[in-house]
C-alpha cells in the first residue's frame, strides 16, 4: 500500500494505553478544526471536529482540546489499540461566507500502536 | 468507506505531458476540493468546485485546472507535468451546511 509521511514526527504507544497528538495552529481567526486519521493507500478520514468557541469535546475513545491561547490543540485516544495505527492530521478552516471554505492541514503524526 | 471513488489509482506520467484525474461520490453533495498530498506533507489546497464553477484556489499555477459536471463529479488536469508535480491527489466532498469533507483514496502520480 501507499506509504504516507516518511519524515513525520512519530509517536509509539503500548497497545491500552492512552495516546496524545499534539498540534500547533497558524491562524488565530481560525473558526473549525478538525482531526483527520490516514491510513497506508487511503485517504484522510474525519475522527472529530471542534469549534473555536469550545475547548473541549468528546466523542468515542476520542477527545479534542483546544487551547486559543497558545494555538495548541491535541488529540487523546484512550485504551489505544493496533487499528490506531496511521497518520493523524490537524486542520483549521477559515470560514467565509462566500467562496471556499477549504482546509489548512498540519503536518502530521505518525502514530505506531506496539501490541 | 465514505463513498467517493478517484481513478486512476496511480499513474506514471513523463515531464512535460498532461493528465486528467477523476473524482466522483455516491452522495450527491455538490461540492468537491481537490488536494495534493507530497509524500511526508500534509494536503495542500488546489481548488474548490461547488456547482461546475471554480469556488476558491489555492497557490498553484493555472497549469492545473478543473471541471465539474452537472452529476457533481469532477476532474483535476496538470499541463506541462514537472517532476514536483509527483504525487498524491485528494478529491473531497463536502457535507452542505458543515465542514465535514469525505475524502477519496488518491490518485497517486508520479513523473519521471
Known amino acids: 500500500g501507499e506509504s504516507v509521511g516518511l519524515h513525520l514526527p512519530t509517536l509509539s504507544v503500548q497497545e491500552g494505553d492512552n495516546s496524545i497528538i499534539n498540534c500547533a495552529y497558524s491562524n488565530s481567526a481560525s473558526d473549525y478544526f478538525i482531526w483527520y486519521k490516514q491510513e497506508s493507500g487511503k485517504g484522510p478520514q474525519f475522527i472529530i471536529d471542534i469549534r473555536s468557541n469550545m475547548d473541549k469535546r468528546q466523542g468515542q475513545r476520542v477527545t479534542v482540546l483546544l487551547n486559543k491561547t497558545v494555538k495548541h490543540l491535541s488529540l487523546q485516544i484512550a485504551a489505544t489499540q493496533p487499528g490506531d495505527s496511521a497518520v493523524y492530521f490537524c486542520?483549521?478552516?477559515?470560514?467565509?461566507?462566500?467562496?471556499?471554505?477549504?482546509?489548512?492541514f498540519g503536518t502530521g503524526t505518525r502514530l505506531t500502536v506496539i501490541p | 468507506e465514505t463513498g467517493v471513488t478517484q481513478s486512476p489509482t496511480h499513474l506514471i506520467k513523463t515531464r512535460g505531458q498532461q493528465v486528467t484525474l477523476r473524482c466522483s461520490s455516491q452522495?450527491?453533495?455538490?461540492?468537491v476540493s481537490w488536494y495534493q498530498q507530497a509524500l511526508g506533507q500534509g494536503p495542500q489546497f488546489i481548488f474548490q468546485?461547488?456547482?461546475?464553477?471554480?469556488?476558491g484556489r489555492g497557490n498553484f499555477p493555472p497549469r492545473f485546472s478543473g471541471l465539474q459536471f452537472p452529476n457533481y463529479s469532477s476532474e483535476l488536469n496538470v499541463n506541462a507535468l514537472e517532476l514536483d508535480d509527483s504525487a498524491l491527489y485528494l478529491c473531497a466532498y463536502i457535507r452542505a451546511a458543515t465542514y465535514e469533507q469525505y475524502f477519496g483514496p488518491g490518485t497517486r502520480l508520479t513523473v519521471t
Open positions: 486542520a483549521e478552516i477559515l470560514v467565509k461566507w462566500a467562496g471556499a471554505n477549504n482546509l489548512f
Open positions: 468546485y461547488y456547482r461546475e464553477e471554480e469556488n
Open positions: 452522495s450527491g453533495h455538490n461540492t
